[in-house]
């Protein structure tokens, strides 16, 4: 049983090493993300390896306590930090205050365990093992690998992914690891479960990255082309774009029509994100591809132009904008069709503004 234990440590560490040289050579991640889960990757290396020692010092010579003591003390104490470390690397938190502090008061509780066993107690004997208040390591190590699962999907849903399976199923990995070692502790599966976890959230966090326009927020063309090549269900296919965009530019400079595009992006995911997938498909183009609440798109619009005229009473120089909406009927028409008729309505919107 040993030597199972032994590769999957060694495949946990591994991995981690693996994940920890893609982030760094990952230009498409900030700075913060990289660091973040750098950090997270390293953690869990040293928390598994801790966890190693730990059992191979179990029941060992008593002269080696003292290393038996640190190697789970850190274990315990690194363990509800690392998914709260990851998860802020993937999408922070404005105040880590209300996290900072349950996890300080935990590590303060593991070490206070080393003489009073709170948590745990290594006797002289030199054997491990779980005290009065071992639950409050499950309660915490638990409670960050929900804020860590909050957190991503979080971000999933701000950036209007669409893998939810995948999301759950990532999931389940993380809590079948946890049960599985809290019925048998024999099987020592939590930090492997961790490990192919975090690579899996990993992978979903660059594949939405490619998908997002920089700028404004939303999904890129290229996210627009796939999905419109894949549609085969009713929808309604809705664009927008900025009226006289180059004078705005050339009169107010380009960081203000960023600025505008911005707004503009922001305002369609307020409007219709619920409803459909929000994309920048051009310099000033936007399309919308509604799968629900199809016979509310003028209620829809509205509140897009609602929102457009609050935020043009803060900064008049916002342009307009013109929509035009077309739908699509799979048994009627192509998507392309759909697509042309919406834009034909879109340039009628803008010639009556004129």
């Known amino acids: 049983m040993m030597k199972y234990y032994t590769a999957m440590i060694l495949f946990s560490a591994l991995t981690m090493v693996i994940l920890s040289l893609l982030a760094a050579n990952n230009d498409a991640l900030s700075k913060r993300a990289k660091k973040g889960i750098i950090l997270s990757s390293m953690m869990i290396i040293v928390a598994s390896c801790c966890e190693y020692m ?8 008593e002269e080696l306590r003292t290393v038996h003591i640190l190697v789970k003390f850190l274990e315990l104490s690194l363990a509800p930090v690392i998914p709260v470390v990851f998860a802020n690397a993937i999408y922070p938190v404005k105040s880590t205050k209300f ?13 206070l365990s080393i003489w009073f066993g709170i ?8 054997i491990y093992t779980h005290c009065q208040f071992y639950w409050l ?32 199923l990532i999931m389940l990995l993380l809590l079948l690891g946890i049960v599985w070692q809290a019925i048998d502790s024999s099987m020592k599966v939590v930090w492997l479960s961790l490990s192919i ?6 992978v979903l966090y660059c594949d939405i990255l490619q998908q997002i326009d920089a700028l404004t927020g939303l999904l890129n063309r290229k996210s627009y082309e ?9 929808s309604v296919i809705l664009f927008a774009d900025v009226d006289t965009f180059k004078t705005v530019n050339d009169t107010f400079g380009h960081s203000f029509g960023d600025s505008c595009l911005s707004t503009v992006g922001a305002a369609l995911k307020h409007a219709y994100g619920k409803s459909g997938l929000c994309y920048r498909i051009g310099g000033d ?26 935020e043009r009473q803060a900064d008049p120089r916002l342009p307009h904008i013109s929509v035009g909406y077309a739908d699509f009927l799979p048994e009627t028409m192509t998507a392309v069709q759909a697509t042309a008729k919406a834009d034909e309505m879109m340039y009628e919107f803008k010639k009556k503004s004129r």
Do not use: W
């Not at 509205?302 to 005229?309: A, E, K, P, Q």
């Open 137 to 168: 390591y499950i309660a915490a190590y638990s409670s960050s690998l929900v804020f860590m699962i909050v957190q991503v999907s979080r971000f999933n849903e701000n950036n209007q992914s669409q893998n939810k399976l995948g999301m759950t």
């Open 99 to 111: 996290i900072a502090v349950p996890l300080a008061l935990h590590t303060l509780l593991e070490f």
């Open 226 to 234: 796939n999905r419109i090549r894949a549609l085969t269900r009713s």
């Open 197 to 202: 976890g975090d690579v899996l959230f990993y």
């Open 54 to 61: 730990g059992t191979v010092l179990n029941g060992g010579p």
């Open 285 to 310: 183009e936007f399309c919308v591809i509604l799968s629900k609440n199809l016979d509310d798109i003028e209620k829809l619009n509205s509140h897009f132009f609602r929102r457009l005229d609050s």
């Open 119 to 126: 948590i745990f107690y290594v006797d002289a004997g030199n």
